[in-house]
């Protein structure tokens, strides 16, 4: 009885995860513009943005359901006249900086560029310590050995 109700409840929980591919796909999922200029355009941009599905194609190669979602809106944007830089603010406001294959330059970020070179710095400074030749040996004069 127990394996019957968790089969059930696998069912249930399972159904609105199947839902968005059982939907039919968006209407410029799969269909170009007509106007090859501004398909162009819609696909130079989508060759920018990752498919958060497969991570690691670009949303104009991806046939996962959610790529084809981000094509029909980049699309339609690009021909209502949007520009595509403002269409790739909204899908990085919408999903985040992951989605954008061109990094922003933001503040929070220059740590990530500094470190590299803070690390070098460091190593620079304890290998010239660890290999630095000594100096001449003292002797004592001999003015210091008379008593």
Known sequence: MIRFVLMVLAL????????QDSLPPAP???????????EAKAQ?????LRCLKCQSQAISDSDAPMAGDMRHQVRTRIAAGEDPEA??????????????????????????FAAPLVILL???VLLRGRFRRPGPASTPSAEEDRP
């Open 12 to 19: 249930v929980l399972a159904a609105p995860v199947a839902a």
């Open 28 to 38: 410029y999922a799969y269909r170009q513009l007509d106007d090859p200029t501004l």
């Open 44 to 48: 130079r941009l989508m060759e920018t």
């Open 87 to 112: 269409i790739r603010a909204w899908l990085i406001e919408r999903y985040g900086d992951y989605v954008s294959y061109a990094p922003q330059n933001k503040p929070l970020m220059w740590p990530l």
């Open 122 to 124: 460091l190593a620079a």
